[in-house]
């Protein structure tokens, strides 16, 4: 006896759950794109639905790498994302169309999901949550490359002295090499666990002296200590051609 | 070298946070053990990253779709079955509309108490375009609609008449399905060739 007459018996879950899955293995891309699509208008009605057919376009188009699959994925989807981004705080801002990010966001899952990734994707639930993700993930690499730009762009009106430009590509990779190089280089040129937090804290976080020091209060016992610490340092930066040339480069 | 504070925070700015993904999966639990720590690490000094974190966590939230699994009464789905062809002789089989040109062999198909007759021709109406002429038997109430597919792709839709009977135009050559649909009932005919 179940406690509810309306809930389904485990026999019956098992000969429903058999029964589409052997569907799912029988039925065309066409098939599966009109199912899903057909479930979706259901969920979005809030009428009872099935998502075991979504899912299987996201496992054809994520595990087996059918692009077809995918090209349907985006074509069901692409309203729903880009729905998501215009939900973004971000986006009201960003001066960008919708369709930028939503764009963005799907190449970023296409290129993110790896079949071991999939396997922990339990059901279609988690695979949205991972895309609504992305699109989060894409409004914030958005965010960072503006205010990178911006701290180019002060530096730039300082020094008058406009960067070398390429394409954004080769900009973007070029950058974070020599990004990495100078982090990995100013390593070695720090003495001392004061330095190196006023490198991390001032430079890195950008943070103010005094938020520096509510950061790591264990570190600095007063503000003097931080300007004391980043002077030094600079002071001795400052005869390094190697810096000189790590700046020049920018 | 004057501006040097402000040119290594123009290099150095969040040069060690994770990327916006690699937060993402970390919230999701999805990052092998040992990301997952350097990520917690990190967020231990990093207002920006723990900032970028909290309103991941709340966009999620506020997005968050109640997908959970439901089971209901399904649509009755039926995969085609191709009968053997010199069937077509029955009454009844013979499409409604006939058009002049070359008749190919109709293709029979059985799916469940449905039973589907296709008759592909040259489309009088454009040279080189064929027609796919349809009849579908055995539904009560006949209040299908048919669609032609092509590779995930919906490209036509029509009506089936009170007798059964529909009519796609204008078919370039090529490997289609067919998908016959009603509130509780779908009939899908596989990868045919007109």
């Given amino acids: 006896m179940f406690p509810h007459p309306g809930y389904p018996k485990p026999s019956d879950f098992c000969e429903r759950t058999t029964l589409t899955q052997d569907l799912l293995q029988t039925l065309t891309l066409s098939g599966l794109r009109h199912r899903c699509a057909q479930e979706s208008d259901r969920f979005f009605n809030r009428l009872a639905y099935d998502p075991a057919f979504c899912y299987e376009l996201f496992r054809r188009a994520i595990l087996e790498r059918d692009e077809q699959a995918w090209t349907a994925v985006y074509s069901q989807y692409q309203r729903l994302v880009t729905h998501w981004v215009e939900r973004n705080a971000t986006f009201p801002t960003s001066g960008e169309e919708a369709q930028f990010f939503m764009n963005r966001a799907f190449e970023k899952m296409w290129l993110g999901i790896t079949g071991e990734k999939f396997g922990t994707f339990e059901d279609l639930s988690s695979i949205l949550r991972y895309l609504q993700m992305c699109v989060h993930s894409v409004m914030v690499d958005f965010v960072r490359q503006k205010e990178h730009k911006l701290k180019l762009e002060a530096v730039e009106e300082l020094t008058h002295h406009p960067p070398a430009r390429g394409t954004a590509v080769e900009d973007h990779i070029a950058t974070n090499m020599a990004r990495k190089e100078l982090w990995e280089w100013l390593q070695n040129q720090i003495k001392d666990d004061k330095e190196q937090t006023v490198v991390y804290g001032l430079f890195v976080l950008a943070l103010k002296p005094r938020e520096v020091l509510d950061l790591y209060p264990h570190t600095f016992t007063d503000i003097k200590e931080i300007y004391r610490a980043k002077e030094n340092l600079l002071a001795r930066l400052r005869r390094s051609e190697e810096l000189k040339e790590f700046l020049d480069d920018a | ?194």
């Avoid at chain 2, 916006?20 to 990301?35: D, S």
């Avoid at chain 2, 649509?75 to 008749?103: D, H, K, T, Y």
Wanted: hydrophobic residues 40%; proline residues 5%.
């Fill in chain 2, 1 to 194: 070298m004057e501006h040097i504070d402000q040119a290594l925070t123009a290099k150095l700015y969040r040069v060690t946070c994770p990327s916006a993904e690699e937060l993402g999966e970390y919230h999701l639990q999805m990052l092998p053990g040992e990301r997952a720590t350097a990520v917690a690490q990190h967020l231990r000094t990093c207002p920006h990253c723990v900032q970028e974190l909290t309103q991941l966590e709340t966009y999620l939230r506020e997005l968050a779709p109640e997908l959970t699994y439901t089971l209901r009464e399904r649509v009755q789905i039926w995969i085609a079955q191709r009968l053997p062809s010199g069937l077509n002789g029955q009454p009844g089989f013979a499409p409604a509309l006939a058009l002049r040109g070359e008749v190919e062999e109709p293709l029979m198909y059985e799916a469940g108490d449905y039973q589907l007759n296709l008759e592909i021709q040259e489309d009088p109406a454009q040279s080189g375009r064929k027609a796919i002429l349809g009849l579908l038997l055995g539904a009560e109430e006949v209040d299908f609609a048919a669609q032609l597919w092509q590779n995930g792709r919906r490209l036509q839709t029509t009506t089936v008449d009170d007798l059964g009977n529909f009519v796609f135009a204008a078919v370039p050559s090529g490997t289609y399905d067919l998908i016959l649909s009603r509130l509780t009932a779908e009939i899908h005919v596989q990868a045919f060739t007109v």
